[in-house]
Structure formats: C-alpha cells, structure tokens
C-alpha cells in the first residue's frame, strides 16, 4: 500500500515511515520541509494523490488558545485533498483522557481534531497514546527554577516513542477501526516521582518539590491521562532511561 505521512519527518512521523517502508509499503514523508503545508494548503494535494492513507502526524506550534484554529484548519484542508485525492484510510495521533480534560485549550484543540475526523467523509482511525517518555525532561522544564522543578503528582503512564509509531503504522496498514485504539506504556507513575528519578538517573542536584497546581499537568483531575485496559506497550522507563 501506498501511504502519505504528514508530519513525516518529525518524531513519531519519521519512525512511524521506517516501520511501513521496512513492512514492503510505500511510505512518503511529508513536512513543511519539503513544500508541504497544512494550513495554507500549499502541496497537499499532490502529497496524497495515488495515496491509499493519510496518517496525520502535524502537530499544533503552541499548546495554548491558538491550537484549536490550526487543528481545525489543517483537518479540513487535509480531509478535502484525501477525498479529492481517493484516500480509503485516514489516521491521526490523539491523546488517552483527551476529553476528560476541558480545561487545557490543547485538549479541546486535540478533541476538535477527533471530532473533525470523526465528521468526515474518510473512514478513520484514531491511536490514542499517553505521555511520551521522550517529553519528561521538556515537561520538568516548564516549572523549573533555579535548583527546584516544581511538579503535580498528576498519575500518568508513559511511553516510548518507538512504541507508538510501531503501534501507529499497525493502526494505519490495517482496515480502519472507525474508533480509537488506546496505547499506553506499561508502568504508571505520580508525575513528581517520576521527576525524581529522571533527575537521579543524570545525577542532576535539582529537587523536585511536589506542587498541586504547577504547569500543565496541575490541572489534570485524577487518572484520567491512564489506562489500565489499553494496549500496554513493552518498553519500561528504567529501560528507556539506559
């Protein structure tokens, strides 16, 4: 099959075009980089000509109120070219709880993007993933000050990218699953314990303060960002962290 990745040449993108391409498929990355533009439209068309499926790998610049008017743009501009273009299959990356958390505007932005999806013409997939391990350090730094990293005890349970671009091409070479397949990494962890033991493994002096409101993740309300019942993917963050 032939398959046109956008937002192919970034994290899960350009992993997620390995494992289809090392599978015998024909997997095209597809990126601002290489003239294609989601919200001007620049390119599209002939990004997904003669595809089979879409996944949808962009991503939103900023995760503030900003983000619902990109989703919603880059959606409709992606779902006509795919209809004009033939497209059987339409896959997109979400988020496990997205909806369980409407005070944060790139929940509601990422729920919008479902929504949109869900509307359209294609028949669709949707992988929903927790929080990547490769983001831990990028999430301590947003409430980091001077030798302190301030973070809630928010439950989450993370997971290794490669770990969701193998889950992700599965989803995409497969018949469309008109619904969401949840993936999740196998351990589950209070976020400021985690911080602990990423800042011991780099044998980093900082100290992680347990803070209730600190950054994005304080207003997260129970375990919403878990799932007990999802696919549980292999990799362990002792193991990731090696």
Same mark, same amino acid.
């Given at each position: 099959?032939?398959?046109?990745?956008?937002?192919?040449?970034?994290?899960?993108?350009?992993?997620?075009?390995?494992?289809?391409?090392?599978?015998?498929?024909?997997?095209?990355?597809?990126?601002?980089?290489?003239?294609?533009?989601?919200?001007?439209?620049?390119?599209?068309?002939?990004?997904?000509?003669?595809?089979?499926?879409?996944?949808?790998?962009?991503?939103?610049?900023?995760?503030?109120?900003?983000?619902?008017?990109?989703?919603?743009?880059?959606?409709?501009?992606?779902?006509?070219?795919?209809?004009?273009?033939?497209?059987?299959?339409?896959?997109?990356?979400?988020?496990?709880?997205?909806?369980?958390?409407?005070?944060?505007?790139?929940?509601?932005?990422?729920?919008?993007?479902?929504?949109?999806?869900?509307?359209?013409?294609?028949?669709?997939?949707?992988?929903?993933?927790?929080?990547?391990?490769?983001?831990?350090?990028?999430?301590?730094?947003?409430?980091?000050?001077?030798?302190?990293?301030?973070?809630?005890?928010?439950?989450?349970? *993370?997971?290794?990218?490669?770990?969701?671009?193998?889950?992700?091409?599965?989803?995409?070479?497969?018949?469309?699953?008109?619904?969401?397949?949840?993936?999740?990494?196998?351990?589950?962890?209070?976020?400021?314990?985690?911080?602990?033991?990423?800042?011991?493994?780099?044998?980093?002096?900082?100290?992680?303060?347990?803070? *209730?409101?600190?950054?994005?993740?304080?207003?997260?309300?129970?375990?919403?960002?878990?799932?007990?019942?999802?696919?549980?993917?292999?990799?362990?963050?002792?193991?990731?962290?090696?």
């Amino acid at each position: 099959m032939k398959f046109a990745v956008i937002g192919g040449t970034g994290l899960i993108g350009s992993q997620v075009v390995d494992h289809l391409n090392a599978a015998g498929h024909e997997a095209v990355p597809h990126a601002l980089s290489t003239g294609v533009d989601v919200i001007s439209g620049q390119g599209l068309d002939e990004a997904v000509a003669g595809a089979d499926v879409v996944v949808n790998l962009t991503n939103s610049p900023t995760f503030d109120e900003a983000s619902p008017a990109f989703f919603r743009t880059s959606m409709e501009n992606l779902l006509a070219a795919a209809e004009k273009g033939g497209v059987r299959h339409f896959v997109i990356l979400s988020i496990v709880g997205v909806d369980q958390v409407p005070e944060l505007d790139y929940y509601r932005a990422k729920v919008l993007q479902e929504d949109i999806l869900k509307a359209g013409p294609i028949p669709y997939s949707i992988v929903r993933a927790t929080q990547f391990m490769e983001f831990i350090d990028a999430v301590m730094s947003w409430t980091a000050d001077g030798d302190t990293v301030r973070l809630p005890a928010t439950p989450i349970q *993370p997971i290794a990218s490669k770990d969701v671009a193998r889950a992700v091409a599965e989803v995409a070479a497969g018949a469309p699953l008109q619904g969401v397949h949840n993936i999740a990494g196998p351990e589950i962890f209070a976020l400021d314990e985690l911080g602990r033991i990423t800042l011991a493994h780099h044998a980093d002096g900082r100290t992680v303060v347990t803070d *209730p409101a600190a950054g994005m993740f304080g207003t997260v309300k129970g375990d919403v960002l878990t799932d007990k019942d999802a696919h549980l993917a292999p990799t362990r963050y002792a193991d990731w962290l090696s």
